[in-house]
């Protein structure tokens, strides 16, 4: 008789950088996958063998899904980043699987409604508002107490969040996430979050909900002060080096926090900050850890960050990733200035440091580097794995102190902010 594998959906953008590490877990744990993208014309084979969808259009998507369910069924469904993560829970909701509810879902993707949410349930929140793009910006000030940080509703990855000091700024920085948000075609463009900018030292955590249950599989340390102007991230180290005691009071707040959005299956990124008040929530998504990032939960671990997601969307989660010893880091490395990308020396003088185990630059010559807060795309990531995490986070400072970015100038009006690029070349280091 033959055994017929398990098929899991995995839905992602088509520009999705995890879509390698999920081939490469399921070939290790003997399940099919299949992936929706708008993948048609891709010379991508992963996309363009796989099922054809329109992220845009979110009915017909999903009756795609469902006709290939028919086919052949799913056990389980996964959005890999946050345009996907709505399609995925309703997809798994019409086929019966497992699930979060669609408004939790929906309000982990809104920062406005994530906040009224947990004002609501009482957690911990800063003082917000929401500013009216439509309306004059200057009169919607008054009351605003700086410094505060303004937010795009549904950009990731600090697309968008500026900080202003006074009413010159948050004037200013209104008209540059409006361009933003134009420019992008966001759905939320009227609308932006404005609240109180909160001090503090920054982690994120990556974990797995099980039936509303949490399980922290990795919190990681941002060393690097996000004070702004902008929030453009740098390096995550692990294991954090905040005591345990503080360690349980985040666990304890995200607890709370999925629990007042409604989360209850899948995994779930979130960045906290912590100060003398407290532990104060910045997100919670329903998803994974973006980027390349999730590598680091493989380093000295028994399953990686995507077996993981997989188990669980079969209905067989594994036990949490064995502790692993040493220091593990990424440097999601920044963009020095806009403007064409020539070329990237010391490449082999960054490999070559102690500790280091990867060093990948994504950026290509010719490439038109665009900085936060308009910018999306990470000029590389550096990996490292040491035996303390001190050790880990010193690797990759030497490591990035050996690259110079070779950036030439621009002579053209950047769309996004209407000024004119003409930056000189510049180094990173």
Same mark, same amino acid.
């Given at each position: 008789?033959?055994?017929?594998?398990?098929?899991?959906?995995?839905?992602?953008?088509?520009?999705?950088?995890?879509? !390698?590490?999920?081939?490469?877990?399921?070939?290790?744990?003997?399940?099919?996958?299949?992936?929706?993208?708008?993948?048609?014309?891709?010379?991508?084979?992963?996309?363009?063998?796989?099922?054809?969808?329109?992220?845009?259009?979110?009915?017909?998507?999903?009756?795609?899904?469902?006709?290939?369910?028919?086919?052949?069924?799913?056990?389980?469904?996964?959005?890999?980043?946050?345009?996907?993560?709505?399609?995925?829970?309703?997809?798994?909701?019409?086929?019966?699987?497992?699930?979060?509810?669609?408004?939790?879902?929906?309000?982990?993707?809104?920062?406005?409604?994530?906040?009224?949410?947990?004002?609501?349930?009482?957690?911990?929140?800063?003082?917000?508002?929401?500013?009216?793009?439509?309306? !004059?910006?200057?009169?919607?000030?008054?009351?605003?107490?700086?410094?505060?940080?303004?937010?795009?509703?549904?950009?990731?990855?600090?697309?968008?969040?500026?900080?202003?000091?006074?009413?010159?700024?948050?004037?200013?920085?209104?008209?540059?996430?409006?361009?933003?948000?134009?420019?992008?075609?966001?759905?939320?463009?009227?609308?932006?979050?404005?609240?109180?900018?909160?001090?503090?030292?920054?982690?994120?955590?990556?974990?797995?909900?099980?039936?509303?249950?949490?399980?922290?599989?990795?919190?990681?340390?941002?060393?690097?002060?996000?004070?702004?102007?902008?929030?453009?991230?740098?390096?995550?180290?692990?294991?954090?080096?905040?005591?345990?005691?503080?360690?349980?009071?985040?666990?304890?707040?995200?607890?709370?926090?999925?629990?007042?959005?409604?989360?209850?299956?899948?995994?779930?990124?979130?960045?906290?900050?912590?100060?003398?008040?407290?532990?104060?929530?910045?997100?919670?998504?329903?998803?994974?850890?973006?980027?390349?990032?999730?590598?680091?939960?493989?380093?000295?671990?028994?399953?990686?960050?995507?077996?993981?997601?997989?188990?669980?969307?079969?209905?067989?989660?594994?036990?949490?990733?064995?502790?692993?010893?040493?220091?593990?880091?990424?440097?999601?490395?920044?963009?020095?200035?806009?403007?064409?990308?020539?070329?990237?020396?010391?490449?082999?003088?960054?490999?070559?440091?102690?500790?280091?185990?990867?060093?990948?630059?994504?950026?290509?010559?010719?490439?038109?580097?665009?900085?936060?807060?308009?910018?999306?795309?990470?000029?590389?990531?550096?990996?490292?794995?040491?035996?303390?995490?001190?050790?880990?986070?010193?690797?990759?400072?030497?490591?990035?102190?050996?690259?110079?970015?070779?950036?030439?100038?621009?002579?053209?009006?950047?769309?996004?902010?209407?000024?004119?690029?003409?930056?000189?070349?510049?180094?990173?280091?």
């Amino acid at each position: 008789m033959l055994m017929t594998r398990k098929r899991v959906l995995v839905i992602a953008p088509h520009s999705s950088y995890r879509t !390698p590490a999920f081939l490469d877990a399921a070939n290790k744990l003997g399940v099919d996958v299949l992936f929706a993208s708008e993948g048609k014309y891709s010379v991508v084979s992963t996309y363009a063998d796989g099922l054809h969808i329109d992220l845009g259009d979110t009915n017909r998507a999903l009756r795609a899904i469902l006709k290939e369910a028919m086919r052949n069924p799913f056990v389980g469904v996964i959005g890999t980043d946050d345009p996907t993560t709505e399609l995925a829970a309703l997809a798994a909701q019409q086929l019966g699987l497992p699930h979060n509810p669609l408004h939790a879902v929906q309000v982990a993707r809104r920062k406005d409604l994530a906040r009224a949410v947990l004002l609501e349930k009482g957690v911990p929140v800063p003082s917000h508002c929401c500013i009216d793009l439509r309306r !004059p910006i200057a009169p919607q000030a008054d009351g605003v107490r700086f410094p505060c940080v303004l937010k795009p509703l549904a950009l990731s990855a600090s697309r968008g969040v500026i900080r202003a000091d006074d009413r010159e700024q948050f004037v200013q920085a209104c008209t540059r996430i409006d361009l933003l948000l134009k420019s992008e075609g966001a759905k939320e463009n009227d609308t932006i979050l404005v609240e109180d900018f909160v001090p503090g030292f920054e982690v994120a955590v990556e974990g797995m909900l099980t039936g509303g249950k949490l399980s922290i599989l990795a919190v990681f340390d941002k060393p690097e002060p996000l004070d702004g102007p902008y929030f453009e991230e740098t390096y995550y180290i692990s294991p954090s080096r905040l005591s345990m005691e503080t360690l349980l009071r985040i666990q304890q707040r995200i607890d709370e926090g999925c629990a007042a959005y409604g989360l209850l299956e899948g995994p779930i990124h979130a960045e906290c900050r912590v100060n003398d008040e407290g532990v104060w929530l910045l997100e919670i998504a329903a998803r994974t850890i973006g980027g390349l990032c999730a590598r680091l939960l493989s380093f000295g671990s028994s399953h990686s960050l995507e077996e993981l997601v997989l188990g669980h969307a079969m209905g067989h989660p594994f036990v949490s990733a064995a502790k692993r010893n040493g220091g593990v880091g990424v440097l999601m490395i920044p963009t020095p200035a806009a403007g064409i990308l020539r070329r990237v020396e010391g490449l082999l003088a960054a490999e070559r440091t102690p500790f280091i185990k990867e060093v990948s630059i994504l950026a290509r010559s010719g490439y038109q580097l665009v900085p936060w807060p308009e910018g999306s795309s990470y000029l590389g990531f550096i990996f490292a794995r040491a035996p303390t995490p001190e050790q880990a986070e010193a690797a990759l400072r030497q490591a990035h102190a050996c690259l110079n970015f070779v950036v030439a100038p621009v002579w053209n009006l950047n769309p996004r902010s209407e000024q004119p690029i003409a930056e000189s070349g510049r180094s990173l280091g």
